[in-house]
Each structure stands twice: as C-alpha cells, then as structure tokens.
C-alpha cells in the first residue's frame, strides 16, 4: 500500500522540526517505515543548493534565482527520496514542502503565483501532501522564539516582520481555501498543547485515508468488548 505524506508548513520558529521528531517517534512506535526530511534539502544535491540558498554570498540573490532554486531542490527531493519512498509504503514527513514557494517567494517576495504555481507543477510532478499541518502563531512570537534557542538565521529568516506577516497570512489563505488536506494548528500554546493537536489532526487524516486499517481496529475493539 502507498505510504502517507506529511508536510508541515508555517513560518520562522514556528515548531516545525519538533514536530516532525515527534511525528516520526510516534508512528515508528506503530511499526511503521517512516522518513523524515526537511526543504530545501533532503538530499545530497538538494542539501548543496540549501547551501547557495542560503548560506553567506548570496545576498544578491534575484527572487526568480530564488524560486527556481528551491524548485530545483524540490525536484531532487521528490524523484530521488519522496515519490520511491512512498512507493514502498513509507509514511514521509516533510518539514515544509510547496506551499512554502507560494506563501514565501509568492506573497513574500511578491513573484506573481501564477508563474510560482507553474515551477511547482515541475518540481512536484504533480505530487501533493495528504496532509498539511500549518503551526500557526503570531510573526513576533515566532521570530522571538528563535532568538530565545539561538537558532541560526539565514538571510529569509531575517527579512521584516512585515515580509514575515504576508507569509503567515498567506499560508492560512492557503489553508482555509483547502480545508480537506490543510488542518491549522495554533502553535503558540506549550509543546503539549501544540504536539495534542497534532496528533488528533493526523489520527483523523490517516482515519480518512486508510479506512480499512481503522475499520480493523473497530473490529478488534468488538470483539475485546
Ligand atoms: P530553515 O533554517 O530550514 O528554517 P525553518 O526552520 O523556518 O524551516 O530555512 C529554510 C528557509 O527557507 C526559511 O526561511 C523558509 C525558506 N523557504 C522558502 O523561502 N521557500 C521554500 O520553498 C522553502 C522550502 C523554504
């Protein structure tokens, strides 16, 4: 059977590595193959053009380079590890995926979408989330959580809040808009808090996708009842 992708999307300190540890903890717990991995990167070649994206020197960088950039990362990451991984049956959490072109070099950058959503049908070949978890949470809150854990800033990290605003509201657009595979996590609460929602959020997604295997825990249920 075709495994699960997850992506989690939303903007700086947002939580979304943790997530995704705790995401993959769990479900490893259940038994399944599970892959974590992160954009851009995620691959020896995307891992190398995260470097270009965003590592020193590139302050120059044109936001056309920048879309085709990650798109290209993208496409390394979905032909090489995302698409065989699923393939096999994995469940694949990714710490953000697409949506962070439309929300960050569409509404950020302000690249028209049309032409952002057309490198993306490239780069994906097509391929969507099951599901996608946006941690949502106030700008500031955000940016001042990663000052607090003294992450390392990259040149997008440190653009201004009014940058930081338009991709937060462009994400929950995006998510309002598709609420069938979006759900909105409000991240500003405790880790507990946040890592709660998310599990009833994935337990109801992976319910709606795989029937049967909820279907068979119902049975083994009656039949212990
Ligand atoms: P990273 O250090 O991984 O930050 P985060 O923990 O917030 O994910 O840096 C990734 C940066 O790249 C982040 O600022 C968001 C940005 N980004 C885009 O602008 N477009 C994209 O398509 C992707 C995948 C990331």
């Known amino acids: 059977m075709r495994g699960i992708f997850i992506a989690l999307e939303g ?10 540890k705790r995401l993959a903890e769990s479900f490893r ?3 399944r193959d599970v892959i974590v991995t992160r954009e851009p990167g995620g691959t020896e070649i995307g891992e190398r053009i995260r470097r270009v994206l965003l590592g020193a020197g590139s302050s120059g960088m044109l936001a056309e380079t920048e879309l ?8 390394q990451h979905v032909g090489e590890l995302i698409r065989p991984a699923l393939d096999r049956g994995s469940f694949v959490i990714a ?22 959503a057309a490198v993306q ?45 338009r991709v ?24 507990a808090e946040v890592w709660k929602d ?3 959020s994935v337990t109801v997604a992976i319910r709606v996708k795989r029937p049967d295997e909820f279907s068979v825990c119902q049975d083994d249920h009656r039949r212990l009842s």
Do not use: C
């Open 29 to 31: 717990g259940q038994g």
């Open 11 to 20: 903007t700086e300190g947002s939580g979304k590595s943790t997530i995704a």
């Open 95 to 116: 710490d953000r995926f697409s949506d962070s072109s439309i929300a960050y070099q569409a509404a950020g950058r302000g690249v028209p979408i049309q032409s952002v």
């Open 198 to 200: 998310v599990q009833e």
């Open 168 to 191: 937060r509201n462009a994400y929950l657009s995006l998510a309002v808009a598709e609420p069938q595979r979006w759900r909105i996590i409000d991240a500003s609460g405790t880790e």
């Open 68 to 75: 085709l950039l990650f798109a290209a990362a993208r496409a």
């Open 121 to 165: 049908r490239i780069a994906t070949d097509g391929l969507e989330p099951d599901l996608k978890l946006l941690l949502d949470l106030p700008v500031a809150v955000g940016l001042q959580r990663r000052l607090a854990f003294g992450n390392e800033s990259n040149r997008i990290d440190t653009e201004a809040l009014r940058f930081h605003t």
